[in-house]
Nanobody
């Protein structure tokens, strides 16, 4: 059974930091991109970041580039998202996701990932 389990969400003040974790299991990771998308109430799904299990290459959405850093520990099947300089606009439910293609992260409004977790709430107060 495929499982993507997120942790690390919470409430933080603007300018603060949080680190999200995603524990992945139940599928063969080789070739997969694993990362995050987010969705706020009344807003469309937005791709945040992903990392290639194969070569470690990364993708970041424009709104988080330079503030968020994605990393992985392949031995533990873990993916992390370090979020710095958080803004109220970053408030959303963050979902861990996995797919063989970049589209669900780059074009998340129109492409759904093959696998996704249940999500973790991130709230940034002003």
């Amino acid at each position: 059974e495929v499982q993507l389990v997120e942790s690390g969400g919470g409430l933080v003040q603007a300018g603060g930091s949080l680190r999200l974790s995603c524990a992945a299991s139940g599928f063969t990771f080789d070739g997969y991109l694993i990362g995050w998308f987010r969705q706020a109430p009344g807003k469309e799904r937005e791709g945040v970041s992903c990392i290639s299990n194969r070569d470690g290459s990364t993708y970041y959405g424009d709104s988080v580039a330079g503030r968020f850093t994605i990393s992985s520990d392949n031995a533990k099947n873990m993916v992390y998202l370090q979020m710095n300089s958080l803004k109220p606009d970053d408030t959303a439910v963050y979902y861990c996701a996995a797919d063989l293609d970049l589209a669900p992260f780059r074009y998340s409004r129109t492409h759904s990932p093959s696998y996704r977790g249940q999500g973790t709430q991130v709230t940034v107060s002003s």
